[in-house]
């Protein structure tokens, strides 16, 4: 192992011990997602990080079960983590923001308060940060090399963890192995959109969310249907496909009302698709609505 790299689940020592989500008949491992900040509670900020991790994240095949937001509060941030991770069917937990320079930025302080561990200054963390204020010293962006007291605040980070490559910011994420025998992990990360995305994309996935299986996903557009022509199939077919999950969408743009069907059996997913036009066919209902099939 290099020194000072994070283990992930697919070093070989992990693969070893293997979590047990990924197996065929085994439910995915699921995710669970915490996005801090005052400004998403007031209004102020549009979050993207939650959309943009429920999209990655589905598609690698680690879903995302539940969303939470929370306030910059280091006691409503503990509750949220400590519930997170207490849920043993959460296999990664991933909180996002509050772990910039300014006072207000507690997340760290919260997760060190949840996981009932030391709140310290990671000395990986400071290097980064020193590293980072040092480039801008050199580029004039700054009047010193020497990181501040507010720079230094954000390697305050609960003990224990490592932290993981941010090329877009100087705050360092940090991961938090929970469970070494099952592969459970709680990653904290920046919430500035594109630090967020960078960390996501180029380290989180790879290292931290593959082995996985995705999802089969079928979508058919019914152009100009009425919703509530469909709840009587849309019932019946959640009885005969118990493994296939349906969901109605109703126009957003355009006037095709979307029907999605999802699970982890292509070929189940696409019998129900054919029994939901089998139930939708008639004399003035054609068989075939125009399916769009995107299989994960």
Known sequence: MVPGRVRTPHDSESRRAGPVWHHRGMPLPETL???????????????????????????????????????????DI??????????P??????????IGP??????????????????VEDPAALRHIEAMVARMYAAGWVASPVPTAANRRMARMAAG??????????APPLVIELEAPRGRWLFVLPGVPREFQAVLEEVLIPGFFSGSRALTVVESRYPGAIE????????????EFPDVAVGSY???????????????????????????????????RPASPGAVQRPR
């Open 102 to 119: 300014t006072p207000d930025d507690r997340t760290h302080a919260a997760v060190a308060k949840a996981l009932g561990r030391e709140l």
């Open 33 to 75: 997602l915490i996005i801090v900040g005052d400004e998403l509670l007031g209004g102020f900020t549009t979050d993207v990080n939650g959309a943009l991790a429920a999209r990655r994240l589905f598609e690698a095949g680690y879903p995302v079960r539940r969303i939470e937001m929370v306030g910059d509060s280091v006691d």
């Open 89 to 98: 069917s959460a296999a990664r937990v991933i909180v996002s923001g509050g």
């Open 228 to 239: 509530a022509d469909f709840a009587e199939p849309m019932r019946r077919l959640e009885m």
């Open 161 to 170: 963890g490592r932290i993981l490559d941010n090329r877009r910011g100087m």
């Open 78 to 87: 503990a509750t949220t983590v400590r519930r997170a991770v207490e849920d």
């Open 250 to 284: 109703p126009p957003q743009q355009g006037r095709d009302l979307v029907i999605r069907l999802r699970g982890e059996d292509p070929e189940r997913v696409r019998a129900a698709e054919q029994r939901l036009g089998e139930m939708r066919s008639g004399p003035d």
